[in-house]
């Protein structure tokens, strides 16, 4: 923070930390005990601070989101092992293969709904994935296409793995919690869109239909691209036939093929709910 940006009079916390740098070294201000808080990684590490880490992340893109403008996104789950067409040859098993060419949905659907982003000076209908490989990367690399910024919303992993190259650097984030990272998923969501993947993906989708379902949030577009894959997945019509879910709750879901009618949903609803 800049002097002149400042609305009080007192040393922030920027210059205490690098004066303390410059203490002189002696056996009380080496110990631990002596780190201020909020530069000491030991401390912040601690089980008890779980709370303070949990209010950082959400805090931390909430704010880098804000002062980059963006207001409203379009979230787009989809598998990790999905491969782009050109690379179905990599796919683990056929059917991985068959489903390449939701890449191609996926990174088409970004460019289209960053396209009209743009339109709103890249502030709403922002492109947001999880930053990772396959359908993640296909929608980051549309926006990028396009011209435009998206979003990153990584995740640390046991597994070594990297955001995509196509996530724009400012907006990339990494979380340590699943729930924080699903928060920020939502927050902004104008329109939630779901290509055919794994755990992760069904995860992601069910919490988003519960929290709609339930009112815990208001009613936006729930887009399943693959309706034979979710229809094979998840017999929802039996669920509703079982009487677990109501009937009406089918109507939450709309199935779509193609980049373009996922598009027409999204448009069809933005047009009836101005007002919302």
Same mark, same amino acid.
């Given at each position: 923070?800049?002097?002149?940006?400042r609305?009080?009079?007192?040393?922030?916390?920027?210059?205490?930390?690098?004066?303390?740098?410059?203490?002189p070294?002696?056996a009380q201000?080496r110990a631990?005990a002596?780190?201020?808080a909020?530069?000491d990684?030991g401390f912040?590490?601690r089980?008890?601070?779980?709370?303070?880490r949990?209010?950082?992340?959400?805090l931390?893109p909430q704010l880098?989101m804000d002062e980059?403008?963006v207001?409203s996104?379009?979230?787009m789950?989809?598998g990790a092992?999905?491969?782009?067409?050109?690379?179905?040859?990599t796919a683990?098993?056929?059917v991985?293969a068959?489903l390449?060419?939701?890449?191609?949905?996926?990174?088409?659907f970004?460019?289209?709904?960053t396209?009209?982003?743009?339109?709103?000076?890249g502030?709403?209908?922002?492109?947001c994935t999880?930053?990772g490989?396959g359908?993640?990367?296909?929608?980051?690399?549309g926006a990028?296409?396009?011209?435009?910024?998206?979003?990153?919303l990584n995740?640390v992993?046991p597994?070594?793995q990297?955001?995509?190259a196509?996530?724009t650097p400012?907006?990339?984030f990494n979380?340590?919690?699943?729930a924080i990272?699903?928060m920020h998923?939502?927050m902004?969501?104008?329109?939630?869109?779901?290509?055919?993947g794994?755990?992760?993906?069904l995860?992601e989708m069910?919490?988003t $239909?519960?929290?709609?379902? %339930?009112?815990?949030?208001?009613? #936006?577009?729930l !887009?399943? &691209?693959?309706a034979e894959f979710?229809?094979r997945?998840i017999?929802?019509?039996? $669920?509703?036939?079982?009487? %677990?879910i109501?009937?009406?709750? #089918?109507?939450? !879901?709309? &199935?779509?093929?193609?980049?373009?009618e996922?598009?027409?949903?999204?448009?069809?609803?933005a047009?009836?709910h101005?007002?919302?």
């Amino acid at each position: 923070m800049k002097d002149e940006s400042r609305s009080h009079p007192f040393r922030d916390s920027i210059m205490d930390a690098k004066t303390a740098q410059d203490i002189p070294a002696t056996a009380q201000t080496r110990a631990p005990a002596y780190k201020l808080a909020f530069t000491d990684g030991g401390f912040m590490m601690r089980e008890e601070l779980r709370p303070v880490r949990l209010q950082l992340e959400l805090l931390k893109p909430q704010l880098i989101m804000d002062e980059r403008g963006v207001e409203s996104t379009v979230v787009m789950f989809g598998g990790a092992r999905i491969p782009e067409p050109a690379q179905k040859e990599t796919a683990k098993t056929p059917v991985l293969a068959e489903l390449s060419r939701y890449y191609d949905e996926a990174r088409t659907f970004a460019r289209m709904m960053t396209e009209r982003s743009m339109a709103a000076y890249g502030r709403e209908w922002v492109i947001c994935t999880g930053g990772g490989p396959g359908v993640m990367e296909a929608g980051n690399r549309g926006a990028h296409e396009a011209g435009g910024q998206s979003i990153g919303l990584n995740i640390v992993l046991p597994h070594e793995q990297a955001p995509n190259a196509y996530v724009t650097p400012d907006l990339c984030f990494n979380f340590h919690y699943f729930a924080i990272r699903k928060m920020h998923f939502l927050m902004r969501a104008k329109a939630v869109c779901v290509f055919p993947g794994g755990f992760g993906t069904l995860d992601e989708m069910f919490e988003t $239909l519960t929290l709609i379902q %339930t009112r815990r949030m208001r009613r #936006i577009p729930l !887009i399943l &691209f693959g309706a034979e894959f979710w229809r094979r997945v998840i017999d929802w019509d039996y $669920l509703a036939e079982a009487g %677990t879910i109501a009937a009406e709750d #089918i109507k939450l !879901i709309s &199935f779509v093929e193609t980049a373009e009618e996922a598009v027409e949903v999204i448009e069809t609803w933005a047009n009836g709910h101005d007002k919302d």
